[in-house]
């Protein structure tokens, strides 16, 4: 697994497609629904007629967690929901990578958030850790 300031990925020896059932099969075993899925590739392709690689965004909600979050912190809800996103790099090689919400809520100074976030990201990266 791979760590960036702001999130957490791995390469995965699956297609794109392939991925994408997965990392969803993966998210529900660990509470999360999708409730947002973004097609970027076809997004910029209606809007700008450009073509994109693939590439999508779930908008990834774990309902306990979002709630105790929401509780915690009103405006919270515009973190919300957690973003993974499923592409293939430029080399066709099939990424999954997903926020890191330690990261995310640090822009909060709230500390009841901290062990929110720190339960949904161990959530996240056995979600990345498992594909």
Do not use: H, R, W
């Given at each position: 697994m791979m760590s960036t300031a702001y999130g957490f990925s791995k390469f995965v020896d699956l297609s794109y497609e392939k991925a994408l059932e997965k990392v969803t099969e993966e998210l529900k075993k660990e509470g999360f629904g999708v409730l947002t899925e973004i097609d970027v590739k076809e997004t910029l392709k209606k809007k700008l007629d450009v073509d994109f690689k693939k590439y999508k965004?779930?908008?990834a909600c774990n309902p306990p967690f979002a709630y105790e979050a929401l509780k915690s912190e009103e405006q919270i809800g515009l973190m919300?929901?957690?973003n993974v996103i499923v592409?293939?790099?430029?080399?066709?090689?099939?990424v999954v990578a997903a926020i890191d919400p330690i990261a995310?809520?640090?822009a909060v100074?709230?500390?009841?958030?901290?062990k929110i976030?720190?339960?949904v990201q161990k959530k996240l990266k056995n979600v990345i850790e498992n594909l």
């Amino acid at each position: 697994m791979m760590s960036t300031a702001y999130g957490f990925s791995k390469f995965v020896d699956l297609s794109y497609e392939k991925a994408l059932e997965k990392v969803t099969e993966e998210l529900k075993k660990e509470g999360f629904g999708v409730l947002t899925e973004i097609d970027v590739k076809e997004t910029l392709k209606k809007k700008l007629d450009v073509d994109f690689k693939k590439y999508k965004i779930l908008g990834a909600c774990n309902p306990p967690f979002a709630y105790e979050a929401l509780k915690s912190e009103e405006q919270i809800g515009l973190m919300l929901p957690c973003n993974v996103i499923v592409y293939e790099n430029s080399e066709g090689k099939t990424v999954v990578a997903a926020i890191d919400p330690i990261a995310s809520m640090q822009a909060v100074k709230n500390e009841s958030l901290g062990k929110i976030a720190g339960e949904v990201q161990k959530k996240l990266k056995n979600v990345i850790e498992n594909l």
